[in-house]
């Protein structure tokens, strides 16, 4: 088993009005995001999938310069945004299998259904 890794960063806003700290407040982050992708065959170049599409196909997701409470269909925690970008990523029929959003240099969330 192969598993590429591709990292991208987007800057979004958001609120967590339910919060009952700091976070209900409007603030922002430097997201930096992390998906993998898997596949246990190579193509006849070697490879599962170019990297070059695979970061096309990440950067097109992303919600970058937004405010993400209206952009989302749900909240706007990590876990969230995580679960979020690895849907969006399965429905273009990519070998997705993991997505770490970073809200912080030292706080993220791993999804991996």
Same mark, same amino acid.
């Given at each position: 088993?192969? %598993?590429? /890794?591709?990292? =991208?960063?987007?800057?979004?806003?958001?609120?967590?009005? =339910?919060?009952?700290? !700091?976070? !209900?407040?409007? $603030?922002?982050?430097?997201?930096?995001?992390?998906?993998?992708?898997?596949?246990?065959?190579? #193509?006849?170049?070697?490879?599962? !999938? #170019?990297?070059?599409?695979?970061?096309?196909?990440?950067?097109? /997701?992303?919600?970058?310069?937004?405010?993400?409470?209206?952009?989302?269909?749900?909240?706007?925690?990590?876990?969230?945004? *995580? @679960?979020? /970008?690895?849907? $969006?990523?399965? @429905?273009?029929?990519?070998?997705?299998? *993991?997505?770490?959003?970073? =809200? %912080?240099?030292?706080?993220?969330?791993?999804? !991996?259904?």
């Amino acid at each position: 088993m192969y %598993t590429l /890794i591709v990292k =991208e960063t987007f800057e979004a806003a958001h609120t967590i009005p =339910e919060h009952s700290g !700091k976070c !209900k407040n409007l $603030h922002g982050h430097s997201y930096r995001v992390e998906a993998e992708f898997s596949g246990d065959e190579l #193509d006849s170049m070697g490879m599962v !999938k #170019d990297f070059a599409d695979l970061k096309k196909a990440v950067r097109r /997701i992303l919600p970058d310069h937004t405010y993400l409470n209206d952009v989302l269909d749900g909240p706007t925690t990590a876990e969230y945004i *995580a @679960q979020w /970008i690895f849907t $969006h990523l399965k @429905q273009d029929d990519l070998p997705v299998t *993991a997505v770490t959003v970073w =809200e %912080t240099e030292n706080c993220g969330c791993l999804y !991996k259904p």
